[in-house]
């Protein structure tokens, strides 16, 4: 690629948005999914008293429902990064890169 | 011309079919295997015609490699969900939660964590930077010669353990299912998975995947719904009765022993997680989908199945403790499982649906492994003939003709490599050879492609050998850890003392690209940090990319 264009398209304020508003969700949705599962493995692997404990009166106990959670939350975090992105960021991408094809004209 | 070539092997692996089974068919019991004999035939026949279909559509490299990027996000979603979705989770995580209850959900979960980490942070830049390989990632903005050669060692380390554990596993539940000898089940994966890879490309192995991943997902999804409607589609009495009946007890419904300390607890999770995004036949699939729209739609569409199928696979292992587990026709005279563990699925099949399903299942469970060897292949072949043949040997300069031949040559091989070890390690215990696999790419393929596409300073120097490093720690740790140095090589006690190498070979991988990226001072560091504007434009946006694949 050629550098004007990538001098151009680094200076473009949505790009800068772009880069800085989707990185920052990303890395947020990554951490909050790394803290269920590691909070779910060290929870499997500390406190297995409580896992293993009944939530009422039947044999259901807190270590089911805590691990259908982390397989939904897992189905429901990337559902909601994807509707994001592609909309939103879509938009975004689109913007930027119609703006850098007409400079890219302009220069030739 | 094509037809021909396509249906001889065919025939041949028909008529090797029926011509096996009467006689070892006495032998071993049943008249139950014709079914699932059959049906597979059927499946057979039908993904064969899908290779012919698919072998008019594959022209050049782009073809072989990506399907010509033609594939779209649901179907990527569910070609990828196969890839998961192997032979060894199904029956292996329902064995798992058959013999200690909730620990085989433990073991699910980390198979399905790594899928939002890729989605969040490489998808969208993997399929902006790449063409067919994870490689073309990884090299972007470096020296070609050095990153391609270790991202091919990468891959086909990975390809070679997970497939060895695949064709492995084909023997002994072909054995089992199908009562056929070992090493027949063997040669039919082989040739079938070379005829798949060779003639459809991409194509044909990802039409082959979503077709067996549908049939797995239909019989899956009907086992536990026959379970849950012997209850009243109330988990509770499952449970209740499950607790009841199982050896172990109320301690089923909680972790067991299956996370020996936290530290190996911490470590598995880390290799399943990040591994999953360094695995070279999985990252391929992102170049088959046309833009980064369908391939987070993909992504998120493989999520669902594989959570999905996680949760019936729970639901199966606790049917076959109420419904397999108590019922003598499926135990030996010693009240062991007939067939050993790894058959609680199986059983369950029959006891909820009788023979045709029975029959169904382990006709299901062949296809899987047949799909699953075929990605594999596919990704080891693209490694060679992409990587070393075309960008390392040609330098770039070879033409798409001479590089599909490569990519064909090298399919050829590796199936045949591939029989070659099934047949060799038929004795051997190779348990530990998928989470090496995740080991390994989490400790060498994935720091390579993190830091190469997120760290403006990493080299050439510093991502080689930290790569390297990376890839040998986990391979080193393995050895000397109980799953090899006791269980295989028969010591007394393990050097290493935890499940899984990952905590500290991805520390290794990391720390190395680091230490040897910023110590690097030749005049290659400067052109690899000056490239990284550029790099970080086109993964963001995809300027250019569109342009790099039209030429």
Redesign the interface.
Known sequence: ?D?D??QR??SDPD?RK??AK?SR???I??WS?MVV??G???L???D?EF????IGE???????PL??F???F??V???I??RR??GEY?AL?DA??AR?AKGEKVAA | MKTRHLLAPALLAASGIAMAAPDLGQAAKQATNWTAISMFAIFVVFTLFITKWAAAKTRSASDFYTAGGGITGFQNGLAIAGDFMSAASFLGISAAVFLDGFDGLIYAIGFLVGWPVITFLMAERLRNLGRFTFADVAAYRFHQKPIRVFAASGTLVVVAFYLIAQMVGAGQLIKLLFGLEYWIAVVIVGILMMVYVLFGGMTATTWVQIIKAVMLLAGASFMAFSVLAQYNFSPEKLFATATEVHAKGDSIMGPGTFLKDPISAISFGMALMFGTAGLPHILMRFFTVPSAKEARKSVLWATTWIGYFYILIFIIGFGAIVLVGTNPDFKDGAGKLLGGNNMAAVHLAKAVGGDIFLGFISAVAFATILAVVAGLTLSGASAVSHDLYATVFKKGKANSADELKVSKITTIALGVIAVLLGIAFEKQNVAFMVSLAFAIAASANFPVLFMSVLWSKCTTRGATIGGFLGLATAVILTIVSKSVWVDVLGNASAIFPYTSPAIFSMAVGFFGIWFFSVTDKSPRAAIDKAGFEAQEVRSETGIGAAAASAH
């Not at chain 1, 896992?51 to 009944?54: A, D, I, L, Q, T």
């Open positions: 690629m550098q264009v990538v398209v680094k790009y772009l880069v989707r969700f990303g890395w949705l990554t999914m599962y590691y779910f493995t060290l499997c692997a500390f297995k896992m293993g404990s009944r039947g044999a259901m106990t807190w270590a089911i691990g259908v982390v397989i939904v897992t189905v975090v990337t559902a990064y994807v992105a592609n879509d991408t930027i890169k850098a």
